[in-house]
């Protein structure tokens, strides 16, 4: 149905989370419609945003700069630690702008089915980090699916004997939905909402 080249874009395009055949298609023609120039631009900010974006040293989300720039702001209250299991995490949890402590990204969530267990997250580094920073507030915002809340139980089971005050967001977000797709007002009443556990 399409030429050759344009084929392979839209299926490149459609490799990409949330782009179905038709969104990849309008992408395709958009690119063909833009100006040599655009491209450029947008080949070129894929190519640096690839060589240059790695893991924080301290709380791993992606960063151009290490340690990222909320590890290394001296205002945010490095008695609060907020855990999520991806970087789109912590970017939603920003963009709601309730929360003005520190981070630690797990890179993932405990789930058995997809060959991920405790050993395949950042939680060996999550304890040091406990072991050495002056923590007093652990918040767990994990998005509430199933594997969220394997991951939260494990994680509570090794800080509650730590004698950390310890939160988890509460259930203003949709059980089974993603925390990045959350609004800003969903986020906030969900941090100002958190519970205790026990």
């Known amino acids: 149905m399409y030429a050759e080249t344009l084929g392979r874009l839209i299926e490149e395009l459609k490799r990409m989370p949330g782009i179905g055949p038709k969104s990849a298609q309008r992408l395709a023609f958009y690119i063909l419609q833009s100006s040599s120039r655009d491209v450029e631009n947008l080949v070129a900010s894929i190519k640096d945003a690839k060589e240059k974006m790695r893991h924080c040293c301290t709380c791993y989300t992606i960063t151009d700069k290490d340690p990222c720039r909320i590890c290394s702001d001296d205002s945010r209250d490095r008695g609060s630690l907020c855990i999520v299991a991806e970087p789109k995490d912590l970017m939603a949890i920003e963009r709601a702008g309730e929360y003005n402590g520190k981070y630690h990204v797990l890179g993932g969530l405990i789930s058995p089915l997809d060959g991920l267990g405790p050993e395949n997250l950042r939680i060996k580094e999550l304890m040091r980090r406990l072991q050495s920073e002056k923590i007093r507030e652990i918040i767990l915002a994990i998005?509430?699916?199933?594997?969220?809340?394997?991951?939260?139980?494990?994680?509570?089971?090794l800080i509650k004997p730590l004698g950390i005050s310890l939160t988890r967001v509460a259930y203003g977000l949709p059980i089974g939905a993603d925390m990045d797709y959350a609004d800003e007002a969903t986020l906030s009443k969900a941090f100002q909402g958190r519970n205790e556990i026990n």
Do not use: V
């Not at 998005?143 to 089971?157: D, F």
């Open 143 to 157: 998005s509430p699916t199933t594997e969220g809340e394997a991951t939260n139980i494990y994680l509570a089971r």
